[in-house]
């Protein structure tokens, strides 16, 4: 009988020389006249097991991680296509405490199926929630968003069916359904983990959505350091035949590659993008959701936020929204990543700590020594302070404490960190990636730059003009690029303040 | 072919579509290495735009180039979640180690790698995680050694 293994074809996977090891396993089972088949599988989300090869048995998929070219003689030896013992053995995936104690909703088939398979994904659950929505009217199917309390995952947490109810009611001939797959906050790393790992459910939720709001056209924009997630859409485009749709009811979607520039990420500037402009943010109002692409009527939403939507569909809103703590319903998929030991991709309802995703899950930092700071929500996130880690959570915390979740990215930092320095990088970063619309982020991020310099240079004079820099960025910039530099500026000032002095 | 002709035969290919600019710069790159500045004046007409409009376009992408890569490109990623672990030592590593080679360093802002970083790309699609400065200093052999 033929033994089906895993190897993960994940980006992380293939940093880790996932394909060298799935073609020892192949050449391996050759050379011993072994059937085997390898399934390149997205990546269970466990980072620090990767390669994380496993085993389909009559037990269960048996896990072997993290898995060097090396290790593969010892592991056949072992047995470990029957789910023999091995040290690398980790025994059945589903029971490793760090993913059993996870919710995976968004998530759900990541991991489990083959990303290149329509069978695969109809087999696991995918196709149910279109044709949930297929016998609904579009009130029905935005009344099913809003009421699972979804709110949109890219990190501004704006209620999802509010937000389709909108495009829903502007009229117009053509509307569109834009995916924002620009994922560049550094830390983050679900949408290309579920763009890698399960792509046909990106599409069904944007299928999902067009029915919602009457739009038949739809646009991925992925972000050009993302190639592999790019290839697989495409790989899901043209196996997804009926998944879709067909004739004059058929939703299509086209994928488009980003080119660069992280401001892109930004709704109105990723819509200019596609429009094929320089990626420069639009004066609000008009919403998108008014006059957006092509100036139509337009749902944007993140990856992980449409992805969400056949689970929600399928499984009923109250399923989700029974998840969750205070405003914060269901569940989202954190990253834990940075100086972090046991990091990847963990997805939990709302309301856990901060402190329990890093220790419980993270395991504290890679590097053995205390963790200092924690940068949550991106580039544009606050630094928390280990006194701040029993925050739960949910959104509406982390705003009274000055910070956001952001799109979910956790990047841990160990005491060795310089927090002026960490400062300094996200006035530079605002300086390199600014679109240049409005002065305060353009200018004000190079003086921001200037004054830190002069700060760590010991002229500690400057910090009162540094306040009323990040003050004017705030209060003075078109969109959050300028308007959020500031939190992690200001959270560095505040909380670590022996930083910026001699 | 010609860069004129390729450029000729992209457009031709793409000039129906809405929002065409960045899809033909990109099929553009990917032929050639890299945009050549006497194809602006074809793209631009080809798409009804002002040639400012697409150099515009060209200048401000940081993916888009006007000029021939170089024989190999490291980019090596300098975001908050490298840097937590080391991403620049690695960085400074490269860069003293590639001075006068025909590899060419530039930074990257996240690879989407965070958990197993440091992380860098070779070229368009090779990846590397968990870096070290002796991994590095392979790499770079490696890539030296393709010349």
Same mark, same amino acid.
């Given at each position: 009988m033929s033994v089906t293994i895993f190897v993960p074809g994940d980006a992380a996977a293939l940093a880790l020389r996932a394909d060298a090891v799935?073609?020892?396993?192949?050449?391996?089972?050759?050379?011993?006249?072994?059937?085997?088949?390898?399934?390149?599988?997205?990546?269970?989300?466990?980072?620090?097991?990767?390669?994380?090869?496993?085993?389909?048995?009559?037990?269960?998929?048996?896990?072997?991680?993290?898995?060097?070219?090396?290790?593969?003689?010892?592991?056949?030896?072992?047995?470990?296509?029957?789910?023999?013992?091995?040290?690398?053995?980790?025994?059945?995936?589903?029971?490793?405490?760090?993913?059993?104690?996870?919710?995976?909703?968004?998530?759900?088939?990541?991991?489990?199926?083959?990303?290149r398979s329509l069978a695969d994904y109809l087999a696991h659950g995918g196709g149910a929630g279109l044709a949930r929505a297929r016998a609904l009217a579009p009130t029905a199917i935005v009344a099913a968003v809003t009421e699972s309390g979804l709110r949109g995952r890219g990190g501004a947490a704006f209620p999802a069916g509010i937000k389709w109810q909108t495009v829903l009611d502007a009229p117009s001939s053509q509307k569109y359904i834009v995916c924002n797959a620009d994922e560049g906050d550094s830390g983050t790393f679900s949408d290309r983990m579920l763009m890698?790992?399960?792509?046909?459910?990106?599409?069904?939720?944007?299928?999902?959505?067009?029915?919602?709001?009457?739009?038949?056209?739809?646009?991925?924009?992925?972000?050009?350091?993302?190639?592999?997630?790019?290839?697989?859409?495409?790989?899901?485009?043209?196996?997804?035949?009926?998944?879709?749709?067909?004739?004059?009811?058929?939703?299509?979607?086209?994928?488009?590659?980003g080119a660069g520039s992280y401001v892109c990420g930004e709704e109105t500037a990723l819509l200019e993008s596609l429009e094929g402009r320089r990626g420069i943010v639009r004066a609000k109002p008009p919403l998108p959701a008014v006059a957006g692409l092509f100036g139509q009527p337009t749902a944007i939403n993140n990856v992980i936020t449409l992805a969400s939507v056949p689970d929600i569909l399928a499984q009923g809103a109250g399923a989700y929204r029974a998840l969750g703590s205070g405003r914060s319903?269901?569940?989202?998929?954190?990253?834990?990543?940075?100086?972090?030991?046991?990091?990847?991709l963990v997805e939990v309802p709302f309301g856990l700590t901060l402190r329990e995703l890093l220790y419980d899950f993270g395991g504290g930092s890679r590097s053995g020594r205390p963790l200092r700071a924690v940068q949550v929500g991106g580039p544009l996130g606050a630094y928390l302070p280990e006194a701040q880690f029993d925050t739960p959570l949910d959104y509406e915390a982390f705003a009274t404490i000055g910070a956001g979740l952001g799109h979910g990215g956790i990047v841990a930092f160990d005491d060795s960190v310089d927090m002026a320095k960490q400062a300094r990088y996200a006035m530079k970063f605002c300086a390199i990636e600014s679109c240049g619309k409005c002065t305060p982020c353009r200018i004000g991020s190079t003086r921001g730059v200037e004054l830190i310099d002069r700060i760590r240079g010991g002229d500690v004079t400057q910090i009162g003009l540094l306040e009323e820099l990040c003050e004017t960025m705030v209060q003075g910039s078109a969109c959050a690029m300028g308007s959020m530099t500031p939190i992690p500026v200001m959270s560095a000032l505040r909380h670590f303040a022996g930083d910026f002095r001699p | 072919m010609d860069?004129?002709?390729?450029?000729?035969?992209?457009?031709?290919?793409?000039?129906?579509?809405?929002?065409?600019?960045?899809?033909?710069?990109?099929?553009?790159q990917d032929a050639l290495g890299f945009i050549p500045p006497d194809t602006v004046p074809g793209i631009a007409s080809a798409l009804n735009l002002s040639r400012a409009e697409v150099h515009g376009v060209i200048s401000y992408y940081h993916h888009f180039r006007d000029a021939p890569p170089a024989?190999?490109?490291?980019?090596?990623?300098? =975001?908050? #979640?490298?840097? @937590?672990?080391?991403?620049? /030592? *690695?960085?400074?590593? =490269?860069? #003293?180690?590639? @001075?006068?080679?025909?590899? /060419? *360093?530039?930074?990257?802002?996240c690879l989407g790698l965070c958990a197993c970083g440091p992380a860098l790309q070779v070229d368009e699609t090779e990846l590397h995680a968990r870096m070290t400065a002796g991994k590095l200093d392979a790499l770079i052999d490696e890539l030296d050694a393709g010349r």
């Open positions: 799935a073609a020892a396993i192949a050449g391996e089972a050759a050379r011993r006249g072994i059937d085997l088949r390898v399934v390149r599988n997205g990546s269970r989300g466990m980072v620090w097991l990767e390669p994380l090869v496993e085993v389909a048995t009559p037990r269960g998929r048996i896990a072997y991680g993290p898995v060097a070219v090396a290790d593969v003689p010892g592991l056949f030896d072992a047995g470990f296509v029957a789910g023999g013992d091995h040290a690398l053995c980790r025994g059945p995936t589903e029971g490793i405490p760090w993913l059993a104690r996870q919710q995976r909703r968004a998530m759900g088939r990541v991991g489990i199926v083959d990303p890698e790992g399960d792509p046909f459910c990106l599409l069904e939720g944007m299928a999902i959505a067009g029915l919602a709001v009457g739009a038949t056209r739809g646009y991925i924009y992925v972000r050009s350091e993302y190639p592999h997630a790019i290839a697989a859409l495409e790989a899901a485009l043209a196996a997804a035949g009926g998944l879709l749709g067909g004739g004059s009811g058929k939703f299509s979607i086209e994928v488009r590659k319903r269901g569940t989202l998929p954190f990253q834990l990543a940075g100086n972090i030991r046991y990091g990847g | 860069s004129q002709a390729v450029v000729a035969r992209i457009l031709v290919a793409h000039r129906e579509r809405p929002g065409a600019l960045l899809p033909v710069l990109h099929e553009i024989r190999r490109v490291l980019r090596v990623c300098c =975001a908050e #979640a490298c840097q @937590a672990v080391g991403g620049e /030592a *690695l960085a400074e590593q =490269a860069r #003293a180690r590639l @001075a006068g080679s025909d590899v /060419a *360093l530039e930074p990257v802002y």
